[in-house]
Each structure stands twice: as structure tokens, then as C-alpha cells.
């Protein structure tokens, strides 16, 4: 945890946090709105191991979608996707699918 300087508004310093991902099997999970409620959007991936990294101070990683990436970038941009994306260790796309039936989303 860290403080971050906000210069975007008269408001206290917020607190962030900053962490790397760990190397391993996940999933990609973006829940993107449209106009008659949500498409969910969730891929297998793979998260790279990051032994150095430049990126002090906030959350990264690497990926490698386990499809084509060019397809992987297809589909997501055609969902609208957003830049708020989680990724999920220990679960797979069909059970995260599932879920977003339950609740109602289009999955893709």
C-alpha cells in the first residue's frame, strides 16, 4: 500500500496499492456494459513470469491469451470491452460462464 498523488481534485491523498501477478493458469474476465445490460467476457490465459520489471507502483503483469491473439483482441474489442479487467486464478472460462448466466449476462 501506498499513498498517490490525486492532483485531480481537492480531496485527501487516496491510498493504492501496487503488485505484480504471479505466473500460472488463469482467467480473463471483463464485464463491459451495453445498453440492454452486460457482455462478459472471459478467456483462458496464461500469466508470464516477471522476474524484473520497471513498473514500480502499480499492478502489472503479462499475459498470453490461450488463443490466437489476434482473435483474443478480435473478440474483445468487438464486445466494447472496457479497461477494468480482473484476472482469476484457479477457476476456468466455463465456470466464470456460468456464473454470468446465472446473473443474466451475454457471454462471449
Sequence with gaps: LMEKDF???DAPTPIAYSA????GKAVYINLAPKK???T???SPVTMESCEKDNFDGVVRGWMRPDM????F??????????HHSVIVYGADSEQ???FGRLLGFDIK
Design 20 to 23: 505484480r501477478y504471479k505466473a
Design 68 to 71: 490466437k491473439l489476434e482473435a
Design 73 to 82: 483482441l478480435e473478440d474483445h474489442s468487438k464486445i466494447g470491452a472496457t
Design 36 to 38: 440492454d445490460g452486460y
Design 96 to 98: 466464470i460462464a456460468f
Design 7 to 9: 492532483p485531480y481534485a
Design 40 to 42: 462478459l467476457f472471459c
